[in-house]
């Protein structure tokens, strides 16, 4: 039933072009009926605290608080500075990684889609300027961006996904951290050395490109300066790390009988949508007023970082109502006992299946989103089955993060995005961007693998 129901899926989103989010309400219903759940349960599974409240409820804040930043330190020209400050500081030589840093800090708090906009006239002109094809510093972005979006806190799928599996946030993040920056650059300078050998004609110098349009330009004295930048676009990530930690030295990770003053507060800003709403009235003041913006301005781009996670949103809440039916249904539960029938499953078995569940699906489906929360549904009773590990979720959640990237092709949206921005074919898109996403998949599942038989 769950195959026929993902097929139903692939069919309505690939065949029929129906928006994603309709295609996974629909899908919920059919699945919820198909596994003969009572109709009066039903609504509750799909909408109801288990399926779209389930996500959306504690996330939404997470999610469209972090667009806004996002857009603010855009909109203010620190995103600008973050990147021709690195570039100026690195040089010709070394732009690579410039690029690569700068996208990663800026891709901690910004959507893919967003992230590729905004960056790729900057590093356009860059690359124009310093003589060297567009897509010899675009891999490195690409990776960046992707990396970000696949295992890091507050992006909306990791964040949606470590919710669903009960994994500490604060961990997700470290542990993030470290997946997410090796991947980074294996599939950015790394995989640039082997894609200019095999690919050759991808990386032609062009000085026109037409979907880049013009590069927006900054007069960088009335721009935020550089700390400041930096210091905005990751504050959530700084705030929660740094609670998580003071919670494993003097605490153990858990929440003491008695706690003092400094606990309750620690405890308190350790949540991320409190530490997300700390980080935004910082970012308000930081790049909008000190900037001399009115808050017309602010509210302005606090609109557009809204506007742009917005069908993100959905598709999460969406992947939220599958998940409420598959657990509700008592699916994920079968699904646990089936493969623990010869024992209990080892942590390494159980992120090997989360990850190759994921892949599955986002070869299926296409989109990462879906294909994630899809995943961490049918996981979940299995790690419920598991109980007392609690660094195995997190470990799970990064690994179902790695599978939603892999083998991009042409049913993902961010297919056709890259092919455009880089004025590729469809042979070379395949050739780069299909490569370069199983590239940070796989590596990905590696790390996680190796932290997985270390900590878990």
Excluded at 105 to 129: D, H, N, Q, R, T
Excluded at 243 to 271: C, H, R, S
Excluded at 376 to 403: C, H, K, Q, R, Y
Aim: aromatic content about 8%.
């Amino acid at each position: 039933m769950l195959i026929v129901s993902i097929l139903i899926l692939l069919l309505l989103i690939a065949k029929f072009k129906l928006n994603t989010f309709v295609s996974l309400i629909i899908t919920a219903f059919i699945l919820a009926l198909l596994l003969g759940m009572k109709p009066m349960s039903i609504p509750d599974a799909v909408l109801g605290s288990q399926g779209v409240g389930n996500i959306l409820g504690p996330n939404s804040v997470i999610f469209i608080f972090g667009g806004m930043i996002g857009r603010l330190v855009a909109d203010a020209g620190g995103s600008y500075r973050i990147a021709k400050t690195l570039i100026d500081w690195f040089g010709v030589k070394r732009l690579q990684w410039a690029v690569l840093i700068a996208s990663f800090i800026i891709g901690i708090s910004m959507i893919f889609g967003v992230g590729m906009v905004l960056l790729i006239p900057i590093v356009f002109a860059v690359a124009i300027e310093s003589g060297v094809p567009l897509l010899y510093l675009g891999v490195s972005m690409t990776a960046a961006l992707s990396s970000a979006q696949g295992f890091l806190p507050p992006q909306p799928a990791p964040t949606a996904v470590a919710s669903a599996l009960g994994a500490n946030i604060g961990m997700m993040l470290i542990f993030g951290l470290i997946v997410s920056i090796i991947t980074a650059v294996v599939a950015g300078p790394l995989f640039t050395k082997l894609a200019q050998k095999y690919a050759p004609d991808a990386f032609q110098f062009k000085t026109e490109i037409a979907a880049v349009g013009p590069v927006k330009e900054y007069d960088l004295k009335t721009t935020p300066n550089f700390g400041l930048s930096v210091l905005t676009s990751v504050f959530p990530l700084i705030f929660m790390i740094i609670a998580t930690i003071y919670k494993l030295i003097y605490t153990g990770g858990v929440t003491p009988k008695n706690p003092t003053l400094l606990d309750q507060i620690i405890e308190f800003a350790a949540n991320p949508a409190v530490a997300m709403t700390i980080a935004l009235i910082f970012a308000i003041f930081t790049m909008g007023i000190w900037q001399h913006k009115s808050m017309t301005e602010v509210s302005k781009s606090l609109n557009a970082g809204m506007t742009s996670v917005a069908g993100i949103l959905l598709i999460v809440g969406g992947g939220g109502a599958l998940r409420g039916v598959l657990v509700t249904s008592g699916l994920s539960d079968k699904i646990a006992s089936t493969f623990q029938s010869g024992g209990a499953m080892s942590p390494i078995a159980i992120v090997l299946f989360a990850w190759a569940v994921a892949a599955i699906l986002r070869i299926s489906v296409g989109s990462a989103t879906v294909a994630g929360m899809t995943a961490a549904g049918i996981v979940t009773g299995i790690l419920a089955a598991n109980p007392g590990n609690t660094l195995l979720p997190v470990f799970v959640a990064l690994a179902i993060g790695a599978g939603s990237l892999i083998a991009s092709h042409v049913n993902d949206a961010g297919f056709w995005i890259f092919k455009e921005f880089f004025d590729l074919t469809v042979k070379q898109t395949f050739q780069i961007w299909t490569v370069l996403e199983t590239i940070i998949s796989v590596t990905g599942l590696i790390i996680i693998l190796i932290l997985t038989a270390v900590f878990a």
